[in-house]
């Protein structure tokens, strides 16, 4: 009898304890914290991003919040696009070490991509697509070596992109377009090499200072500098040889009427 209580106690205890909510990790918790303040939601359809709910934003696979996708109670997905979302990305989502997508498209979100993001490194998918951002791309999103997507098309990302990108071997998406880049493209990523994916000039077009392979050879905007400087010189000095011809001819000219004049005079005047 007190066995069996003794072993119907045990039960009760470890399917208390079973059911007890665990708390969030305190790196995701810093996430979602910062990553809510730098955030502007105009819309309101973050309503249940609130401190109580960072507290314990996952039970297992479950997830308490707006676009977030849990893996084992920690957050594995972050899927906040086309809510009009406006702000900056916070360089504290880094604390999200467990995170392997994170998609924010579609929405106005302006300032730097966060060169933190490095630390993320099981970092798979990177949607930053259809925003307002600014500045570089960072050559330390290089760190995140599972890669497979990144997608920065439609933003004003300026500056070249980084040759460390190209070491990116699992990297199967690649879009910068309709963005402010300039430069090369660098071999690692325009002329790829072996079994590695290989993008085409869609992933590169809209940027008007950007060149290389695989986007057309660009087009002569006009004559070259010394083209230029060449043409002034040689007219300048047709110029200087024509007008000085046209002073010799009209000196030639003047010189034969005067002497016709001279001519006329002479026969008119009396002989004495």
């Known amino acids: 009898m007190g066995g069996g209580v003794g072993r119907f106690m045990l039960v009760l205890v470890l399917t208390c304890t079973g059911l007890r909510s665990t708390s969030a990790d305190p790196d995701d918790e810093a996430c979602l914290s910062h990553l809510s303040e730098s955030l502007v939601d105009p819309n309101h359809n ?60 579609s929405n106005a979100l302006s300032g730097p991509i966060p060169a933190d993001l490095q630390y993320l490194v099981n970092l798979a998918v990177l949607n930053l697509s259809s925003n307002r951002l600014s500045g570089p791309i960072p050559p330390q999103l290089a760190f995140c070596a599972y890669l497979n997507v990144i997608d920065l098309h439609e933003n004003q990302l300026s500056g070249p992109i980084p040759q460390q990108l ?33 993008f085409n000039a869609s992933s590169y077009q809209g940027n008007k200072d950007l060149y290389g392979y695989p986007l057309p050879p660009m087009k002569s905007k006009g004559l070259s500098v010394l083209a230029i400087v060449g043409i002034g010189l040689g007219s300048g000095f047709l110029s200087l040889v024509l007008s000085f011809t046209a002073v010799c001819i009209w000196l030639r000219v003047t010189e034969q009427k005067m002497a016709a004049e001279e001519g006329k005079i002479s026969q008119l005047m009396p002989e004495y």
Do not use: H, M
């Open 166 to 198: 190209g070491l990116l071997v699992r990297l199967s998406v690649f879009d910068v377009s309709n963005n402010r880049l300039s430069g090369p493209i660098p071999p690692s990523l325009g002329n790829r090499s072996g079994n590695l994916p290989r």
């Open 46 to 105: 973050l309503q249940n991003w609130t401190r109580d709910t960072f507290k314990n934003p996952c039970s297992g696979f479950t997830s308490y919040l707006e676009g977030a996708t849990c893996n084992n109670g920690r957050i594995y997905k972050l899927s906040l696009t086309n809510l009009s979302l406006r702000g900056s990305i916070s360089p504290y989502l880094s604390n999200c070490t467990n995170l392997q997508a994170l998609d924010l498209s």
